[in-house]
């Protein structure tokens, strides 16, 4: 668990990043001039909304590939410009926009799905070539239930509804730490 003043560094990391990309400056932090618990490798996920609740970028990596601190910065950036679902941010939407961090914890093969408890747990679900996320709290903020958590990741995906029961269909859960501004 990070504390307060962490997550506030790798909030104002995550924005400052997305504002110096506007005047092309993509240079990555320097993760030594952070305290352990930045620099340790983590997954994590930037999400951007507008202050009206809509979602306008969400990019992350699920693996710790890297440090905390630079998983921030390059997914902060990817999600304000490349997130294919969105055109980029424009530098006059900063002022609108509200972001939240996701840190990844460890990703779980889900052996039953008594197993997935919604709101704690994170999904991956693939088959094949398909492959679809979807984080924690996302079936919170929609209300869902275990088997619409389920179907919607599946959709996410680019499979059916119902595809989670196929027995070549692969079903991973993880948590993540989620905070925001």
């Known amino acids: 668990m990070l504390g307060d003043a962490h997550r506030k560094q790798l909030l104002s990391l995550a924005r400052t990043s997305i ?7 993509f240079e990555p932090p ?3 001039q952070y305290d352990e618990a930045l620099r340790h490798p983590a ?9 009206g609740g809509d979602l306008r970028g969400c990019i992350g990596s ?11 910065h390059a997914n902060a950036i990817n ?8 055109r980029p941010v424009r530098r006059e939407e900063m002022g609108g926009l509200e972001l939240e961090i996701s840190v990844m914890g460890p990703v779980e093969h889900v052996q039953s799905i008594d197993d997935v408890l919604v709101g704690r ?19 919170t903020e929609y209300g869902w239930d ?21 027995p070549e ?12 501004e």
């Open 19 to 25: 504002e110096c990309a506007f005047d092309g400056c």
């Open 121 to 139: 747990d994170g999904l991956i679900i693939s088959r094949g070539r398909y492959a679809g996320l979807l984080l924690p709290q996302v079936a």
């Open 79 to 86: 999600a304000a410009f490349r997130d294919p679902r969105f």
């Open 169 to 180: 269909t692969k079903i991973e859960k993880f948590s993540a730490e989620v905070f925001g």
């Open 62 to 72: 699920i693996y710790p590939r890297d440090a905390l601190v630079r998983a921030v």
């Open 43 to 51: 997954g994590a996920f930037v999400t951007l909304r507008t202050r």
């Open 146 to 166: 275990r088997d619409t958590f389920l179907d919607q990741t599946c959709v996410k995906a680019g499979l059916g509804f119902g595809d989670w029961r196929h």
């Open 30 to 32: 320097e993760a030594a």
